[in-house]
């Protein structure tokens, strides 16, 4: 019986997981705790314009090659490049018909990479022109008033909540411990050091040259993401051509698979993903304005935000929010959940397909775990990337058991592997269509 049970693929799948997780983790430790870590961490400052490129890249590559398919159509087909048109006729000048082509291509490329750069500095400036100021009153007042809203909040326990004076204990305790925890807070790792060295304005000068040099990285960031839209047809043929020189035929196609699979998973990802977010807090703004609940624009981009992270970035954002309403208004914070879980079903039924689709062609359970995994790992930026990178490990582990499977002339879909014979039903009764229901359909 152990035997068996040792030998089954469901032992063996445990096994795998298990082992590949303990190695991730002891991997991460041991980066952490040695120099190799401090000089990962150097590599990472030093490359992060690239990275800051890259990712602008990603993000802005669809619109740019938009831009110029259309300029491009435009100028070849337009009546004053008429040297541009194909001609049968050699002495009609097919070198000038080429040359002509390089112009427009040229011509368009400029105007894409003008027109990218404006969109991405526009949606930024009026982000921080109209976002910014908003959010940064709204929890200057939040901080203000955070006593009275604390007060007024224990005050409507004490009426509303007399049947549960445990709770309202509870209340009094978090509101009377809270101010001076926030003081001690503010004077142990804001006004001093842990030598109790630095002063504010050290702090405020650190501060600064931090915002300083992120400004520097995203400016060469936006730079090298220039270069990078223009330049990457001729990146990608250079690598085409190492790779053709250094592998087989069979292999080389197989890389040219596998970076296709790549940047069709996190561009589909990303952008849908960042897209989904923006229309969510949008809609979250419109529809608090409406229902007159207070700061209604600092709650939008806490749920837009958030909603970047899949499966459990809806309770991030919706957590904080609900707690910054229910300081004001219990009864608000009810509509507040109402709201939240209104749209959240329009955004995980209609609004999320249509954006982001099914990009990464992973099951939920999957999703999770990739979040999970990935959050626990490398945090925020691992529960972001954590479901295009195992959409991508998913993928080609489906593709390489069909392929085995192929080989001992087995079936290949997962379908017929199900096993329901715990519910004492027969797999064809949800898995095979018999003809009158291909005929319906």
């Known amino acids: 019986m152990l035997r068996s049970f040792v030998r089954s693929a469901y032992f063996k799948a445990a096994a795998t997981f298990l082992i590949s997780g303990a190695v991730l983790i002891l991997f991460f430790n041991w980066v952490k705790a040695t120099d190799f870590g401090s000089a990962a961490q150097k590599f990472t400052d030093t490359m992060m314009p690239i990275y800051i490129g890259c990712f602008i890249t990603f993000i802005i590559c669809p619109v740019y090659n938009s831009i110029v398919r259309v300029f491009y159509r435009y100028l070849t087909s337009n009546s004053g490049y ?153 990146l990608f043929t250079i690598g085409r051509k190492l790779v053709t020189s250094c592998v087989s035929d069979n292999k080389a196609e197989g890389l040219y698979e596998f970076w296709a699979v790549l940047n069709e998973t996190f561009i589909g990802f990303l952008v849908g993903r960042i897209l989904d977010a923006l229309i969510i807090g949008v809609l979250t703004y419109i529809v608090l304005l409406i229902t007159g609940i207070n700061m209604p624009l600092l709650i939008a981009v806490i749920v837009g935000v958030t909603n970047i992270i899949p499966f459990f970035g809806p309770f991030l954002g919706a957590i904080p929010s609900f707690i910054l309403v229910l300081m004001d208004s219990p009864v608000k914070a009810l509509w507040f959940l109402v709201i939240i879980v209104v749209i959240q079903q329009l955004d995980g039924n209609v609004i999320g397909p249509k954006v982001v689709g099914n990009a990464i ?71 095979e269509e018999n003809e009158h229901e291909k005929s319906i359909l």
């Open 82 to 234: 008429s040297s541009m048109k194909l001609h049968k006729n050699v002495n009609d000048g097919p070198i000038e018909t080429v040359k002509g082509r390089k112009r427009a291509m040229i011509v368009s490329r400029v105007v894409a990479s003008a027109l990218s750069m404006c969109l991405i500095i526009g949606l930024v400036f009026l982000f921080a022109y109209f976002v910014v100021p908003q959010v940064i009153q709204n929890v200057i007042i939040l901080i203000n008033t955070l006593p009275a809203r604390m007060n007024a909040f224990v005050m409507w326990s004490e009426v509303h909540l007399a049947r549960f004076p445990q709770v309202v204990e509870s209340i009094k305790s978090i509101a009377s411990s809270g101010t001076p925890e926030i003081i001690a807070w503010v004077q142990d790792h804001i006004l001093k050091s842990a030598d109790g060295g630095m002063s504010i304005a050290q702090a405020i000068s650190s501060g600064v040259l931090s915002v300083f040099s992120l400004l520097k990285d995203i400016f060469i960031g936006l730079l090298i993401s220039i270069y990078l839209l223009n330049y990457k047809e001729t």
């Open 361 to 431: 062609h992973l099951p939920s359970f999957w999703v999770l775990m990739a979040v999970l995994i990935g959050g626990g790992l490398y945090g925020v930026l691992g529960m972001l990337l954590g479901a295009p990178v195992f959409a991508v490990i998913y993928r080609y582990i489906d593709k390489g058991a069909k392929r085995r499977l192929r080989r001992k002339d087995k079936p290949e879909e997962t379908e017929d592997y199900y096993y329901l014979g715990s519910y004492r039903i027969d797999k064809r009764e949800l898995f």
